[in-house]
């Protein structure tokens, strides 16, 4: 405001000396403008940031506890996923003012038992592991789900694969009588959507084939690809991109003979026990600081590149409800998967 007094000062005083040269005169009242106009805008600007402080300032912690339980199941082995959460958990513990614990499963009932018993305060799930907690009586909803991009829409699919010189497996119908890997039990992408598409090829996923059930998503890719099984299932980027990129498969190794329907984007769920003003906060910080933008205006990472999300690298998470995952609770129904009932 001082600055802005100050300009509006020497204006006056320029106004009040004269000048012969009109349009020097008349210039003068447009620059004068444009400075008051840009000064306003900061002014505007910090009133804005100091009334967002002001509320978070406002917010009453006295019944929040002194930490929070994060956790997560790996989408591939591996040693480092702490460190691909490493971001989020920093700005949870920045704007919360509480330490963020991280809980690192080892398959994908680890996290819904974790948060059935309430030990787990926030998770990132596959859409079928949550569906499960949510029907095994965990007091949870979505936060949001993860994108790749800001205006993307939250989603992906379950690829069905074979060794790209296998001439015997070219569709679905072809992994009847075959050892077979599926991910996992729990698993959206590497379990429930595979069941139901070999279940429209009329092959019962427990009997009609040799199941596997390697661990994760790059582990059933890599042991089609070492020939350990004759096809297998896992989501569409460990196929297309993560597994060349990371050099565990050449391009041009694995061939893709089955996609599935578009699968809901995987959750982050909070327990809604926690204090209501918490669940707030937390769902503020997940979507609107927990991003690739807001990560670097904080200073957190330094670009595009290094800022991605979870294992999966992604941008952020955008809003979702319950609804939004009742795709999967319709594909339940049609594979009347065990894993689905309370």
Do not use: H
């Given at each position: 405001m001082l600055t802005?007094?100050?300009?509006?000062?020497?204006?006056?005083?320029?106004?009040?000396?004269?000048?012969?040269?009109?349009?020097?005169?008349?210039?003068?009242?447009?620059?004068?403008?444009?400075?008051a106009e840009a000064v306003t805008d900061d002014t505007a600007a910090v009133a804005e940031t100091a009334e967002a402080e002001a509320t978070t300032d406002d917010i009453d912690r006295s019944d929040w506890p002194d930490s929070l339980v994060m956790g997560a199941v790996p989408a591939e082995e591996s040693t480092a996923l702490q460190e691909s959460y490493d971001k989020l958990l920093q700005v949870l513990e920045?704007?919360?003012?509480?330490?963020?614990?991280?809980?690192?499963?080892?398959?994908?009932?680890?996290?819904?038992?974790?948060?059935?018993?309430?030990?787990?305060?926030?998770?990132?799930?596959?859409?079928?592991?949550?569906?499960?907690?949510?029907?095994?009586?965990a007091d949870i909803e979505p936060v949001g789900a993860l994108v790749d991009a800001p205006d993307e829409e939250p989603g992906y699919q379950s690829y069905g694969i074979a060794k790209a010189d296998n001439d015997e497996i070219n569709e679905l119908a072809d992994f009847e009588g075959r050892s077979v890997c599926f991910v996992d039990p729990g698993s959206t992408s590497g379990f429930l959507?595979?069941?139901?598409?070999?279940?429209?090829?009329?092959?019962?996923?427990?009997?009609?084939?040799?199941?596997?059930?390697?661990?994760g998503h790059d582990a059933s890719v890599i042991s089609v690809d070492n020939g350990d099984?004759?096809?297998?299932?896992?989501?569409?980027?460990?196929?297309?991109?993560?597994?060349?990129?990371?050099?565990?498969?050449?391009?041009?190794?694995?061939?893709?003979?089955?996609?599935?329907?578009v699968i809901a984007g995987s959750p982050i769920a909070v327990n809604m026990a926690l204090p209501s003003s918490l669940v707030t906060e937390i769902n503020r910080i997940v979507l609107e600081e927990s991003n690739t933008d807001r990560l670097i205006e904080r200073g957190i990472c330094a670009d595009v590149e290094t800022c991605g999300l979870?294992?999966?690298?992604?941008?952020?998470w955008v809003a979702v409800d319950d609804t939004f995952y009742d795709g999967v609770r319709e594909v339940c129904v049609q594979t009347q998967a065990a894993q689905c009932e309370g």
């Open positions: 802005f007094v100050a300009l509006t000062a020497a204006v006056s005083l320029v106004a009040s000396c004269g000048n012969d040269d009109d349009s020097a005169v008349d210039a003068a009242p447009t620059e004068t403008s444009a400075s920045e704007d919360l003012g509480i330490e963020i614990e991280f809980f690192q499963a080892t398959d994908y009932a680890g996290i819904i038992e974790g948060q059935v018993a309430g030990r787990v305060d926030l998770a990132q799930y596959g859409p079928f592991s949550y569906v499960i907690a949510k029907n095994a009586g959507y595979p069941s139901a598409g070999l279940l429209a090829e009329g092959i019962d996923p427990e009997s009609g084939v040799s199941a596997v059930f390697a661990g099984c004759e096809a297998g299932f896992a989501f569409d980027a460990m196929v297309d991109n993560v597994l060349i990129e990371s050099g565990d498969i050449a391009e041009g190794d694995i061939k893709t003979v089955w996609e599935s329907e979870t294992d999966e690298n992604a941008w952020g």
